[in-house]
């Protein structure tokens, strides 16, 4: 029971990104940070996952196949679920791109490479951890 | 990388930093232990955290265990750091600080140091914080003495440039936004934050009595280096520092329990010290 | 970390893999935004994920095309031609990383600065050019909406094939697990319920088999992937244009299909770029648009994936490949004169020949086409070729869906049924059919059908069962082999076609060399699958294909009639007569029948104190009871030489260099008339070619075994033959009997004479001595001795004793 409990109390990412490499690192990282990962290859992917799933934070890429992640944040607020905290995570650092993010609604940005103290600085930010 | 257990290298650097600092290498140090410990690698001509073990172990207590020990602990430093500390501050101990009697308030300006502050990002975390509240003490100044032992560390300070990782810890990304600029691969933090700041390479024990008793003092992870004798004399030249109803700031596992009290525990303010009687000193104008 | 690398590794190479479409696309149509976001996606991963891995080459490389391409996706600017090369160098380097990570060599140590620098400059060249243009006129805007996007990828997972087969292998038994379970359900009677249930449980296994044979399955995309890079690549070095097409990629076969098909259509494509499609000038003058057009499609047709290479070149010039077909004596002109016009063609895939004109640099001289058809048969696949002089060639092949599922022919020998792929089996005959004559050569069946006389084996033979009496004719399949020329298998009876469902057999079964797996039909009695090359290359079948034509051949042979050898005639063990060339017959002795040895499948008969090779054993019914020597041909080719035990001689005749009949089976080259009689010739290269070169050579051995205590019983059981056996030859110590220059003593560790004995020699002064202990671990340091069970330390302490003897 009271493991249902803990896993209950568990947060919910969704990783989202083409880089199966990226993936992987961001899983460990979160999964050390005692949260559940999901993972995306690109937008559209993880917009159909979140229509299905509950998240309370979604990891963005920028840059990828079929739907950006950018087309991702606009079209999420049209799911009609509880909006998950959006933290994009991506190579493009320019002040240019970040503000982009930030007006189009993301809570957060990483800029890629990130590690863990990173990652999890960024989480206590969006009050996820 | 993704290894989670220890390696007997690891194991050796932990029982090292547990040994020297009281601390135990945390789970996220852990995980960059060699991202950490790479400039004294390279220093010292080691190929891997092994021979870096090995070389420990060789030399006990000497110069490399330090090395050592000091780059586990630098790579700590980030942005508001213990995001509740600054939270209290902002909130509570700044007003605080503001309304108590003192010469601060004759002068409307906030003295503080920041003791043992690394490449700076403590210091300029409270300015940032000051800075981003200044409406609630518009006609109010702030004033940072933050010094170190490093002049390496000192002089990164004071460039205020910091790195693409370096500015992702701890600092929110508005932050970034609202108070650095690009600059080549790096991000420069704004002039006018470094102007409230007066970075100095200085040795705590060397450390005269200021021109001006400072309202708190930040000494954050710095006790947990010196034990006894020396730890009682660290906290005596603190508490000389500080104004009358001072405040000092410690790491998280730090205390003065057990040592000469010239500071009691704050009622108001958890984990923080308070000084008490009157300055051991009359300021010097 | 390594995980991660390897994992980055992979991610990357597939990437580039998929990308080299994009790119070729990109440069036919620069104004795709579609193609260059996929291109510049590529590049911002790489780096993206190198920041992790410290990878500063990759980052570099990545980073710099990063740049250049981000510049014309915001500046709406179209790629030209140099900078689209230059970022596929780019590209071609970061691969080369990649095998070089993946590899664990050095990365191989170029200057990506040159690549980078070039990148940039063609990049700003492009810019500038642009800037011109645009002062000059103001261009119309390129593109309006970005074409189709890319498919949407489905969500994958990388899985070792292994574990497939093991998916795959798991159902089979399943299957198995079923048809048990079934016939225990049927001995107790109905009952519905349970039937019901049962009933259920099958058709999920069936479904879940169909299943798991799809993810075997890939698309055909793969196949086709590199094939744009090529034609760019191939097409740009030899000054030609060409039109690709590309259809049908979204047809599936089994992956493992695939890899065997990327070579033979790659060479193919290879071929049609350099022979078949014509340079620019050639084509216009020809009439030919200057563009030459080469098609690649590839569609299903029933459970075969028809994949077809169309170029509209200049074709295949028949009466050129004959001629070369003729050059390379792969014909004669006898052969020629009843080819038709497509067997003629098909002479492209006999070795050797090649239509290049000259040999250029990208195929070379024309590496075979047949090992095209080869490879493309190994698989079960067909080939084929329309050639349409000056209008161009077209070249279709067939391959099966999966080689895990193959359609087969269920057949009867001696009782039991097996399977043959249907792709082996060219023609099926009863040998009832007046088409058909079957004769037997000595020990060899050849059947000729239609004038063609082919070999022929009897499928109990080769397993070694015996054939089942039943009524009716057998049937004739006439099989493909490995080498090409097809030969007969007779089997009892086929008996029905099938899908089939392939799975590796016992490794012990395929060791036979003859069975290519096994299969689970649908009644589920598992059978072994055939492998018709195997089988013809385990029973030593000569293969060969002959024309007869009685008329032509009597004729040549009148000529040749005259030519003679004198040979000696003689009865073998098994009652057929034959010849041996007199010249290779040494001398002819009895030899003591005890002194015919065969020990580890290897044949000797000792001569004196060695041991000569012998091509066959002497059976114990083969020489009359209480017989105590036979009759040996001692036989010598001036190095090798070997012992022929034989029934009897009969003469020395005149054997004539043409031989009324040429059939070669095993040692046997053909059958001449002898005094009205059949006399098989043997083949002397054949014989001393039969006899295993190895054991010849241990015949030659000097050294001698000898043992000390011929009372041991474990030195008379074990020992003894084990050395007998790895063609030692054994004597036992006698004390009075001083020891040879080349013995070797083997003592038991112990026995106080070996022990007495520090400098290694034996105490009767043999130089080599070797002591063999009871237990397994050495007395100490300085024990020397070897355990007797050790087989492998005592065989090599003999054979450096082997080596010394050879040196000395």
Redesign the interface.
Known sequence: MQNGTREANMKNCLVVDDSKVIRKVARHILESLNIRVSEACDGRDALNQCQNAEHDVVLLDWNMPVMSGMEFLQQLSSINVARPKVIFCTTENGLGHIRAALDAGADEYVMKPFDRDILESKLQQVGVI | MLEAGLTPAMRVLADLLESRTGQKLSEARRWRIETSLKPVLKAHRLSSLDSLAAAIIADAGGALAQAAVDALLNNETCFFRDAQLFRMVADDLFPALMAADGRGRRERTLHLWCAGCSTGQEAYSLAMLFRTHQDRWPDWRLRITATDISAEAIGRARQGLFSQNEVQRGLPINELLRWFEPSGDQWRIDPSLREMIDFRAANLFDERPPAHPYAAVFCRNVLLYFSGERKSRLLDILSRALDSGGYLLLGAGETVIGQRSQFVASHQFRGVYERIGAPLFDPVI | ?D??LS??VA?TQESLEALTNVVVALEADPSDRARL??L??FF??V???????NLPRFERLSHAAEDVLSDYRTGGAVPDPATISAVLAVMDRIGELCVAVDSGDSLPDRNDEHLIATLRHCHEVARATREEGKARADMSPAGGDAAS??A??S?TVRLPLVLIDQLMNGVSDMVLARNELARKLRAQGRQPETDAAFERLSACIADMRDTISKTRMQRVDRLFMAIPRMVRDLSRELGKTIALGIEGGDVEMDREMVEMVIDPLTHIVRNSIDHGIETPAERRAAGKPEAGSLRLSAYQSGSQIVIEVVDDGRGIDVDAVVAKALAAGAVSERDVARLSEQEKLDLVFAPGITTARQVTAVSGRGVGMDIVRANIERIGGVISLTSEPGRGLAISIRVPLTLTIIPGLVLNAGGLNFAIPRSAVIEILHDSNPAVSVARLGGALTATIRDTRYSMIDLEEVIGVPMAQRPGPRSLMLVRSASGIPYILAVSQVENHEELVIRPAAPVVMAAGIYAGMTLPDNGQPMLLLDAGGIAQVARLPLVAETVDAGAAREDAADRRAASYPSLRFIELTGEERAIRLSLVERVEDVPVEQVLTSGGHCRVRIGDRLVPSPHPVRADQVPPGARVVTCLRIRDGVRELCYPVHAVVDISEVPVEMDLSARYGIVAGLVLIDGRQVEVVDGFALMAAVDGAAAEEAARQVRCVIADADDMWNREILAPLLMQAGYDVRWRRQDEPADEGDVLLVTAGEQDAVAAPDGNGPDGEKAVIRLRAHAAPAGPADTSIYRYDREALLGALSSFDGERRRA
Request: with cysteine; net charge neutral; glycine share 8%.
């Open positions: 970390m995980e991660l994992e980055f991610e976001d996929q510049f996606r911002h991963t780096k993206g994920s190198c920041g992790f891995l996007r890319a949407p990828a969500r």
